[in-house]
C-alpha cells in the first residue's frame, strides 16, 4: 500500500481564486499631464465633444451615441503623442461607459503607444489592458500586458497571479512558475504571504507539468505560510511523488509526517508500519498504536496490519533489551556503520538523547553516508527540542536529502 496525493484530487481541480474574470476594469491612475499639452485644436475640440456628451457620471451618459463619435474623431485625427493619449483618454471612457470592452482595449493601446502615460501609473496600465485581454481570452495579449506590468512596476498580487495563470494557459508552466516565485519571495520580504490559494495554484500547476524544484520551493514557501497538517502531508506527499527517493529517503519523510502530525488516513499508517515492523520493532508498534487511537487502522484478525502488529510486540522486549550491548560494540567498531545501525533503533524508541549520541559516533568513525547520518542526527535533536543544534545540522545535509532537511528546518522553525 502506498500513500496517495491528494494534490490530483483537490489543488488540481481548484479553480484559481485570483483570475477575477467579468469585473469591468478602471484605470486607478488619474489621466492627468502636467506642464503643456501639445493638442492640435481638431482633436482637443472633438475630445471636448465627447466628454460633454458622456456628462459627469460615465455610468448614466447623456448621449453616447454622440460621445462615441467624436471619440473617434479624435482619434482620427490625433497626431501628436499628447493628441494619441487624450483621443486614447476619452475613448476608453467612452468605451466604459458604453460597455464596449474592444473599445476600451483599443483605447488603452493608443494612450500606451502615445508614451505619454505617467511613469508611476504605467504599470497600472499595463494591468488593466491585460485584464481585458485575458477576458477576451487574447492569451497572448494578455501574458505580453502583466508582463509590463510587472516590469513597470505593479507589484500586486493581482498581476502575478494574472501573469500565472495566463502562462499556464499559454503552456508554458515553468515561466509561470517562475513568476508565481517572484511574488512569494516579494510577499516575504515584507512579511505578508500571498493568499494560501496562490501556493496551491502553483503547486498544482507544477505537479501537473512535472517541475519538480519549483514545486519544491512553491511548497515550502506554502508550509512557512500556512502549516497546516493538511498542507504538510500534501507538500510531503508531492515532494515524494516528483522526485525519486529510495524507500529509506520515503521513510525519513514518513518520520517527518508523522512529527508534523500529517499522517491521514489508512494508508499513511499502513504504509509507515510496512517499513518498520521488522527492522524496528519499536518504531513499527507506537506507529500502529496511534494509527489505532487515530481510528485510521483496525486490527482485524487476519489482516496484514494485524500480523504486522503482531510481530512488532512479539520483537519489542528483545530488541530493547539488545541496545545496550549492540550500542557497546559498535563504540568498539572500526568504523560507524554499527553505531548508525543502533541509532536508528534507539531513534525508533523514542530515545533522542541516545540516539543523537551514537549518530555522532557514527560520524566521528566513518564508513557511512554522512547526508543520512545527519539528516536522522537532525531529527534527534529537533524530536528532543534542541532547535539550533537541529538547524546546524540539518544546514550541513548537501545531495538530494537536502529538501528534506530544509522541510525539516521549516518545521523546527515553527516550534514554540
Known amino acids: 500500500m502506498k ?3 491528494t494534490i490530483t484530487l483537490g489543488l488540481a481541480l481548484a479553480v484559481s481564486s485570483v483570475a477575477v474574470v467579468g469585473v469591468q476594469p478602471a484605470l486607478a491612475a488619474k489621466k492627468e499631464k502636467p506642464g503643456k499639452v501639445d493638442l492640435t485644436k481638431s482633436v482637443r475640440d472633438a475630445v471636448a465633444a465627447a466628454q460633454a456628451a458622456i456628462g459627469p457620471d460615465a455610468k448614466a451618459p447623456k448621449d453616447i451615441a454622440t460621445a462615441t463619435a467624436k471619440a473617434a474623431e479624435a482619434r482620427a485625427a490625433a497626431v501628436t503623442p499628447d493628441d494619441k493619449f ?18 476600451q ?19 497600472n ?28 512596476g505593479d507589484n500586486s498580487t493581482e498581476a502575478f497571479a494574472l501573469l500565472v495563470e495566463t502562462k499556464d494557459k499559454l503552456g508554458k508552466p515553468a515561466e509561470a512558475l517562475a513568476a508565481l516565485e517572484k511574488a512569494i519571495a516579494q510577499g516575504e520580504a515584507a512579511g505578508k504571504p500571498l493568499p494560501e490559494a496562490y501556493y496551491q495554484r502553483g503547486v498544482a500547476i507544477g505537479y501537473k507539468s512535472k517541475l519538480a524544484a519549483p514545486v519544491e520551493r512553491i511548497s515550502q514557501g506554502w ?4 502549516p497546516t497538517q493538511d498542507n504538510w502531508r500534501d507538500a510531503l506527499i508531492t515532494y515524494r511523488d516528483l522526485n525519486k527517493i529510495d524507500s529509506d529517503y520515503e521513510l525519513d519523510l514518513m518520520r517527518l509526517m508523522r512529527t508534523a502530525k500529517a499522517l491521514k488516513g489508512e494508508s499513511d499508517y499502513y504504509t509507515y508500519a510496512e517499513q518498520v515492523y521488522l527492522k524496528f520493532p519499536g518504531e513499527g508498534k507506537s506507529v500502529i498504536d496511534e494509527g489505532v487511537a487515530a481510528g ?40 560507524g556503520v554499527a553505531a548508525r545501525a543502533t541509532a536508528d533503533s534507539y531513534l525508533g524508541y523514542g530515545d533522542y538523547a541516545k540516539a543523537a549520541e551514537l549518530y555522532k559516533l557514527a ?8 547526508n543520512v547520518v545527519n539528516t536522522r542526527l537532525g531529527m534527534a535533536l529537533a524530536r528532543s527540542g534542541q532547535k539550533d543544534a537541529a538547524k546546524q545540522v ?22 514554540a
Not at 90 to 101: C, H, I, L, T, W
Not at 223 to 226: E, F, G, S, V
Request: net charge positive; no cysteine; hydrophobic share 45%.
Open 3 to 5: 500513500l496517495v496525493s
Open 363 to 370: 560520524l566521528q568513525k566513518g564508513g557511512v553516508d554522512a
Open 223 to 226: 508550509l512557512k505560510a500556512y
Open 105 to 123: 482595449a483599443d483605447a488603452l493601446d493608443l494612450m500606451l503607444a502615445s508614451g505619454k502615460v505617467p511613469a508611476a501609473s504605467l504599470g
Open 86 to 103: 487624450y483621443a486614447g483618454s476619452v475613448s476608453y471612457d467612452v468605451g466604459r461607459a458604453n460597455n464596449d470592452k474592444k473599445a
Open 125 to 152: 496600465f499595463w494591468l488593466v489592458r491585460g485584464r481585458l485581454a485575458y477576458e477576451a481570452r487574447d492569451y497572448a495579449n494578455a501574458e505580453r500586458a502583466f508582463d509590463q506590468a510587472t516590469q513597470a
Open 394 to 415: 540539518f544546514a550541513a545535509v548537501t545531495g538530494p536529502r537536502q529538501a528534506l532537511a530544509k522541510y525539516w528546518i521549516i518545521w523546527v522553525d515553527q516550534q
Open 296 to 335: 485510521m487502522l483496525k486490527l482485524t484478525p487476519g489482516s496484514n496490519i494485524k500480523a504486522f502488529s503482531d510481530t512488532s510486540n512479539s520483537r519489542v522486549a528483545a530488541d530493547k533489551a539488545d541496545l545496550a550491548s549492540a550500542a557497546a560494540s559498535a563504540a568498539k567498531a572500526a568504523n
